[in-house]
Structures are given as C-alpha cells and as structure tokens.
C-alpha cells in the first residue's frame, strides 16, 4: 500500500507549489484563528488557484460556526474538511464534502470509543495530545498507543520529520501521513528542501 502524504499548514503560493512538485498527494489550509498558519480567505483562494491538478485541498476546522465553513468552502474549491475539535458527526458530515476527524492520543483516552460516532469521516486523524493546541505543535506521541484495526484509515500526525517519517511508516503503515512544523524553516513557512526530504523519506519505505 502506497502511503499517502500531506502537507499542513501552507500559507504561500510557493510552498503550495513546492509540495505538489515533490509528490504530495493533499495540501492543508488552516482556518482557525488562533493557528499561526491560519489564512485568510484571500490567501487561500490564492494558494487553491496555484495548486496542480490532482492535489487535494484541505480545509482545516476548529469548532468553527457553520458559517465560517461555509464561507471557506464558497472562497475557494475545498476537496476535504478536517475537523479538530469537538464538532458533532451530525455537523461534520452537514457540507456535502469528505471528512477527517482528529483526535490527540494520550494514554488514558480510548481512541475506539471516542472515534466511535465518527464512522462517516474519511479517515481518522491522531495527533499529539496538547491540552491548548490542536496540531502544528511538532510533538510526537507513543505510536504503540494507536489500536490495531480501526474502523477508518489512519492518518499519522504529531512530531513527524523527514528524519523520522520512514520509522514512523515502518510502525504504523498508517494510510497517510501529515506533516507541517517538521518541514517548515519557521512557523507558517515551509522549507522545500525538508518537504522534499520529507516525502522521499515515505517513498523509500513504500519502494
């Protein structure tokens, strides 16, 4: 199985097009305020027109109002929505697009239960626990915690680098991963060379 690849947290044109010219398969659009990768509606329409035939574009929610989803998806052509708070499945699956659920991992959470009422989403997003952020925080969390089969695909988040990605692709064999702070030269700006790092380092371990 080929592991699928996504990269988080664009804020510039460039960065779009450093992504899909080294192989990824999504590019996420942050629109939550308190991100230091949040973009405007401007900068995300101008990022959707740049992006390569064939590159799925990501709109990232936290319990947003379902008028701030709207008026994204209207903005600018959105090819999946990722949600990491506490929207409902109900609300989730309420815009007529493909959905990811997030969760953060930590010990004493049961992911089965939790992700439960969320069999509707695309895949299953697991992320670093942080009690105040919710992902680009660059932390990692102990892949041992994730359960064997779950019901949606898994798309591995938290920590993940162009140094350590083939480990985590061995593991796991999650269905995808997705990267932001560990490619980026400073919060909001990706570096190409460690995007390019990054993704090879999946390829190596799909040869």
Known sequence: MRTRIKICGITRV?????A???GADAIGLVFYADSPRCVDLAQARAIVDATSPFVTVVGLFVDPTRE???EAIGACTLGVLQ?????????CGSFGLPYIKAARVREDADLVQ???PYRAAQGWL???YHDRLYGGTGESFDWK???PDLARPVILSGGLTPDNVGAAVRQVRP????VSSGVESKKGIKDAAKIAAFIAGVRNENA
């Open 14 to 18: 460039e960065d779009a097009r450093a």
């Open 20 to 22: 899909a010219g080294s």
């Open 68 to 70: 701030q989803v709207a």
């Open 83 to 91: 949600f990491h708070g506490d929207e409902t499945p109900g609300f």
């Open 114 to 116: 939790s992700l439960a």
């Open 126 to 128: 697991l992320d670093a």
């Open 145 to 147: 915690l994730i359960p």
């Open 175 to 178: 269905w995808a991963v997705d």
